[in-house]
């Protein structure tokens, strides 16, 4: 096993961990936390890329559809795609609203997009049958399947989660995550039975 697997899994491990952590702080409902593991998966082909190709001259870069990076060349945008994917993943199960929803709506955008540029072009082609996706040379991924996965597994649901992340994004749009919803509605609820001015309260009493 190379050292490369051992960073990839230990960067897995703590990435996974943050996430988990942000879970347990109970901010999100069932689609604050499908987004958040639609981004987590698809940082994890990412994580070894950017130490990796700057510091491996043997590094084969990859391949993500029409994108195609070579050695250092892939170490800043293979950051960028990592950084965005944990940010979004975490923001939306930490937060779920506000102005920052807007980096996952930006980039949801953008890698569909991508997606189908790249679905569309290998049908035009006459075939399905190339190389769709690669990471290094332990993982490429081609033929009809992997042609449609993409699209399936990631264009579709990432313009979902591009729409709920717009809808999020504004300042009064939607409303808060489940647990917010519960929470709030206990102590209003608390507060209330302990104010003998509230109109339930002076409805009961008389």
């Known amino acids: 096993m190379t050292?490369?697997?051992?960073?990839?899994y230990f960067s897995a491990a703590l990435y996974w961990s943050v996430f988990l952590y942000l879970l347990s702080r109970r901010r999100w409902n069932a689609a604050a936390l499908g987004v958040g593991v639609l981004h987590m998966l698809f940082a994890m082909p990412f994580m070894v890329a950017p130490i990796r190709s700057f510091v491996d001259s043997?590094?084969?870069?990859?391949?993500?559809?029409?994108?195609?990076?070579?050695?250092?060349?892939a170490t800043l945008p293979s950051a960028m795609f990592l950084a965005w994917a944990l940010t979004a993943a975490?923001?939306?199960?930490?937060?779920?609203?506000?102005?920052?929803?807007?980096?996952?709506?930006i980039g949801d955008l953008t890698f569909a997009l991508l997606l189908g540029v790249g679905f569309l072009r290998d049908l035009l082609r006459g075939?399905?049958?190339?190389?769709?996706?690669?990471?290094?040379?332990?993982l490429t991924l081609s033929g009809p399947f992997w042609a449609l996965a993409p699209v399936l597994l990631f264009a579709l649901p990432f313009m979902a989660s591009a729409i709920w992340a717009l809808n999020r994004s504004r300042s009064n749009g939607g409303s808060p995550p489940l647990a917010f919803d519960?929470?709030?509605?206990?102590?209003?609820?608390?507060?209330?039975?302990?104010?003998?001015?509230?109109?339930?309260?002076?409805?009961?009493?008389a």
Not at 90 to 105: D, E, L, P, Q, T
Not at 127 to 138: A, D, K, N, R, V
Not at 183 to 200: H, I, L, M, V
Request: charged residues 30%; hydrophobic residues 35%; proline residues 4%.
């Open 90 to 105: 975490w923001i939306s199960v930490a937060k779920g609203r506000g102005r920052w929803m807007r980096v996952v709506a």
């Open 182 to 205: 519960t929470d709030e509605g206990r102590k209003d609820s608390e507060e209330d039975a302990q104010n003998p001015d509230d109109f339930r309260y002076s409805r009961c009493r």
């Open 3 to 8: 050292v490369w697997l051992w960073i990839g």
């Open 58 to 73: 043997a590094y084969p870069g990859f391949q993500f559809i029409l994108l195609r990076f070579e050695g250092r060349a």
């Open 127 to 138: 075939g399905l049958t190339g190389p769709q996706i690669q990471f290094g040379e332990h």
